[in-house]
Nanobody, 125 residues
Framework: QVQLVESGGGLVQPGGSLRLSCAAS????????MRWYRQAPGKERDLVAR???????NYADSVKGRFTISRDNAKNMMYLQMNSLKPEDTAVYYC???????????????????WGQGTQVTVSS
């Protein structure tokens, strides 16, 4: 029904910057909350940032002041600008969108908890 594609990951030195993108496509009626998660090897997947449909944002304490989440509602896109990167930011980053899809019946909608495939971010000297 829906598909998310992440891009923008890569290898960067400590103190560097990266910008991640998440593009949603498919049977999309609307997108409410958008989130970025990350997961390092051997660790649980943790919430990094969230942005509501109206633009309100929340960040994990570990990234406050360094990361900025944003969205383009017209393009069904979400971004994560990552500055002052640290080695501990190394992880696979996943986008997660709360999507309402058009349902089978006229006028109906369904909620879909949608996840991207992940993009690797490696911060190392």
């Amino acid at each position: 029904q829906v598909q998310l594609v992440e891009s923008g990951g890569g290898l960067v030195q400590p103190g560097g910057s990266l910008r991640l993108s998440c593009a949603a496509s498919g049977n999309i009626f609307s997108i409410n909350n958008m989130r970025w998660y990350r997961q390092a090897p051997g660790k649980e997947r943790d919430l990094v940032a969230r942005i509501t449909k109206s633009g309100s944002t929340n960040y994990a304490d570990s990234v406050k002041g360094r990361f900025t989440i944003s969205r383009d509602n017209a393009k069904n896109m979400m971004y994560l600008q990552m500055n002052s990167l640290k080695p501990e930011d190394t992880a696979v980053y996943y986008c997660n969108l709360d999507i309402l899809t058009r349902g089978h019946y006229s006028g109906s909608v369904n909620f879909v908890d949608s996840w991207g495939q992940g993009t690797q971010v490696t911060v190392s000297s």
